[in-house]
């Protein structure tokens, strides 16, 4: 099984900051990587795949970037709205797929 | 817009089979891609369970697969989970959502529709 890792699992930022979240494979998976954004008691919404493609309607300060085993989510402006956990998802062999662990971005 | 709507009981009993209906709007089932469950235990991460595409081909999370049944009414739009035997590690959200998969080569391979999501506590 591939295994995700995700860091930090916790990030305290401001509004207006430079945030990046990695996520790392345990082995090699191309650019079958992608990224959500889970707000508390709803359901994840997409924001990115094929590691670095915008989801149709997400605000241009999302990036993704990373192939192989190392990946990137960046928020290059953070704005109120976008303090939430953030989740990788690789998905190497069809039809498996596995998540990670999260990454949850709180109000400094 | 497609929307997934989850329904079922809140309240499985241990030892017992969880059962949830996803009824799907503003796309028809039979129109192509896969449909997935996806679960959440409280405060924890999301976890595959498995999808299935029309009614012919269905895929299982293997850690989950000896206990998983999904299937479709394509007359209804609506797709079914069943988990049996199930424990209080089964406690969990479940999310239905349309998993899109445009083969190798793509690296289109993601949940781009979710339900809200339900709860369902297994307890006695």
């Known amino acids: 099984d591939i295994q995700m890792t995700q860091s930090p699992s916790y990030v305290s930022a401001s509004v207006g900051d430079r945030v990046t979240i990695t996520c790392r494979a345990s082995?090699?998976?191309?650019?079958?990587l992608a990224w959500y954004q889970q707000k508390p008691g709803k359901a994840p919404k997409l924001l990115i795949y094929g590691a670095s493609t915008l989801q149709s309607g997400v605000p241009s300060r999302f990036s993704g970037s990373g192939s192989g085993t190392d990946f990137t989510l960046t928020i290059s402006s953070l704005q109120p709205e976008d303090f939430a956990t953030y989740y990788c998802q690789q998905a190497d062999s069809f039809p498996e797929l596995t998540f990670g662990g999260g990454t949850k971005v709180e109000i400094k | 817009q497609v929307q997934l709507q989850e329904s079922g009981p809140g309240l499985v009993k241990p030892s017992e089979t969880l059962s949830l209906t996803c009824s799907v709007s503003?796309?028809?089932?039979?129109?192509?891609?896969?449909w997935g469950w996806i679960r959440q235990p409280p405060g924890k991460g999301l976890q595959w369970i498995g999808i299935i595409y029309h009614s012919e081909s269905t895929y299982y999370n293997p850690s989950l697969k000896s206990r998983v049944t999904i299937s479709v009414d394509t007359s209804k739009n609506q797709f079914s989970l069943n988990l049996t035997s199930v424990t209080a590690a089964d406690t969990a959200v479940y999310y239905c959502a349309r998993r899109i998969y445009y083969g190798s080569g793509s690296f289109w391979d993601y949940f781009d529709f979710w339900g809200q999501g339900a709860l369902v506590t297994v307890s006695s």
């Open positions: 503003g796309y028809s089932i039979s129109n192509g891609h896969y």
């Open positions: 082995q090699g998976i191309s650019s079958w």
